[in-house]
């Protein structure tokens, strides 16, 4: 048996998605731009799949651009508001347990002179509203905080921080990456939003960012002026349309979905508290993720043996671990012991997860743990 369980990396393209994009790919393959039958009944379904995701995130359609993943929405997000409102410099506010996507765009806009309060987790892996308010400066412009961490899946308190931002006129913005298809979100309590469609069993190279109308933001790439000039590119519209069924999907699936997903997380949870040294790395988590460390026994070990078993875990975010980093920038921020940094695995679900696998993964899980140990 083959068990996924690194949703957080990627998810399986949805059946149902997949036969809908297909058909775009070979039924209505027209330009979106282009002004003949072919190119409006693209634009046509270009459109509705913005109307829809706007729909899952309670917002105005026109303030939904379409973009390739997470990483383009982060960096048009936060380096396209600063160039339109405060290409100058001024203080920035993010966290040390970003994605990277965040954290080197950060970096960058502090050698062009901008400031940036780096505010540190808990040791249970989310910053404090507290915190944010402590950090703001007078020259304090933009925020981004993320919704949900990657790698702990520990939601990070957006409500009230999003209070604080609009008491001092800070624009906020939040990669949701994590959060999108799993929470059910109002974007209205950010600025800026970003998400990427294979985090939500859409196709890879696809994604969104939501700017609201109040926001003022300038490109950061040229080319034809797509998204009313905000991201150039031809439109992709299996992308786009492969979203909208995704979240209409899982809109239409989420009680039952997400009620599996808490299930099988209690029964993981509780086959691991009967394992001694454990440690579970985050708490007020999401429902699809475990970040676990065993005594003794290394992230990397743990996860090997596991895939020799046909169940697929990660020790890291998937961004980080093609970089070779050992160790977490997540779980060092929240001060972990290193036992806990370095024996750390992420089971993150997935809808598509039956309880068979589950059974099979905890059978094996417990097996490996102990083995490993009589072995060190």
């Known amino acids: 048996m083959r068990v996924y369980l690194d949703h957080a990396a ?62 383009e929405s982060d960096n048009i997000a936060i380096c396209g508001f600063l160039k339109a409102n405060h290409p100058d410099g001024g203080h920035l506010i993010t966290t040390q347990i970003e994605h990277p996507a965040v954290l080197e765009v950060m970096r960058q806009l502090e050698k062009r002179g901008y400031s940036v309060t780096y505010l540190k987790p808990t040791p249970e892996g ?48 939040s990669d949701a ?51 009313k000039g905000l991201r150039s590119g031809t439109e992709n519209v299996p992308g786009a349309h492969g979203m909208a069924v995704a979240l209409d999907l899982i809109d239409k699936n989420y009680t039952e979905w997400s009620k599996k997903l808490e299930r099988f997380k209690r029964k993981i949870v509780e086959v691991i508290e009967n394992i001694p040294d454990h440690h579970i790395n985050g708490s007020n988590t999401i429902f699809s993720h475990i970040n676990v460390s065993f005594k003794g026994i290394s992230g990397e070990t743990l996860a090997t043996a596991l895939d020799l078993y046909g169940i697929s875990v990660s020790m890291a975010s998937a961004c980080s671990s093609h970089h070779s980093i050992k160790r977490s920038h997540v779980l060092e921020a929240m001060s972990l012991e290193e036992w806990m940094m370095d024996g750390a695995i992420r089971i993150s679900m997935g809808y598509d997860n039956s309880e068979e696998e589950i059974d099979f993964f905890v059978k094996v899980l417990l097996e490996e743990v102990y083995r490993l140990r009589k072995m060190a």
């Open 126 to 173: 989310y910053v404090t509203p507290d915190d944010f308010r402590k950090a703001i400066k007078k020259n304090t412009v933009l925020a981004s905080i993320m919704w949900v961490n990657n790698e702990t899946g520990a939601i990070q308190p957006i409500e009230e921080i999003s209070k604080i931002a609009r008491e001092h006129g800070i624009t906020l913005h």
């Open 10 to 71: 990627t998810t399986r393209v949805f059946d149902e998605v997949a036969r809908e994009v297909f058909k775009l790919f070979t039924d209505f393959y027209g330009n979106a731009s282009s002004t003949h039958a072919h190119g409006y009944e693209a634009k046509k379904i270009y459109e509705e799949a913005r109307g829809k995701i706007a729909k899952h995130l309670n917002v105005d359609p026109s303030e939904i651009y379409f973009t390739s993943g997470g990483t």
């Open 177 to 227: 990456v994590q959060a999108i298809g799993k929470l059910k979100i109002d974007a209205k309590l950010v600025d800026m939003l970003s998400a990427s469609g294979h985090k939500f069993y859409a196709p890879k190279g696809c994604g969104f960012l939501y700017v609201s109308k109040s926001v003022k933001i300038e490109p950061i790439m040229y080319g034809g002026g797509h998204e």
